[in-house]
């Protein structure tokens, strides 16, 4: 499966997402970073520096009795992992902070049959 494909079905399935491109362009009076969280100002990006899902936006819930039926939008960050492909640190970092922080935090991961595994933990 190819990663857009892989990308597609992340999609189909929260539709409230959108791809977070995330990278830096040099110009001629510096960088600009842009993504979601941005890449670090001044040095080349590594492994352990918390990266941001492939994926991000919100997932609608429903809220408890206490709020009468209101809904409320709560962030979602999506990773996928193509065959072979691996969680990178920085990636589990950022999972680990979306959901420290009320957030919620998927790897959507081919697997060797071709299935996807949607991880939230």
Same mark, same amino acid.
Not at 9 to 14: D, E, G, I, K, V
Not at 33 to 59: N, S
Not at 68 to 77: D, E, L, M, P, R
């Given at each position: 499966?190819? $990663? ?7 999609? +189909? ?18 960088? *600009? ?14 492994? /352990?520096?918390? &990266? ?7 997932? *609608? ?15 979602? +960050?999506? /990773? ?28 959507? *991961?081919?697997? &060797?049959?071709? +299935?996807?595994?949607? $991880?939230? /933990?």
């Amino acid at each position: 499966m190819k $990663e857009r494909e892989l990308d597609d079905l992340a999609w +189909s399935a929260n539709p409230h997402t959108w791809r977070n491109n995330r990278g830096a362009v040099k110009t001629p009076t510096g960088y *600009i970073t842009y993504g979601l969280p941005p890449p670090p100002h001044g040095r080349k990006e590594d492994e /352990e520096d918390m &990266a941001g899902g492939d994926r991000i936006g919100f997932q *609608i819930v429903e809220i408890t009795p206490s709020m009468v039926g209101k809904k409320i939008a709560v962030f979602k +960050s999506i /990773e996928l992992k193509t065959k072979g492909d691996r969680k990178k640190p920085g990636q589990v970092k950022w999972a680990n902070f979306v959901r420290a922080n009320g957030g919620l935090a998927e790897f959507w *991961i081919e697997q &060797a049959d071709g +299935s996807v595994k949607v $991880e939230t /933990e």
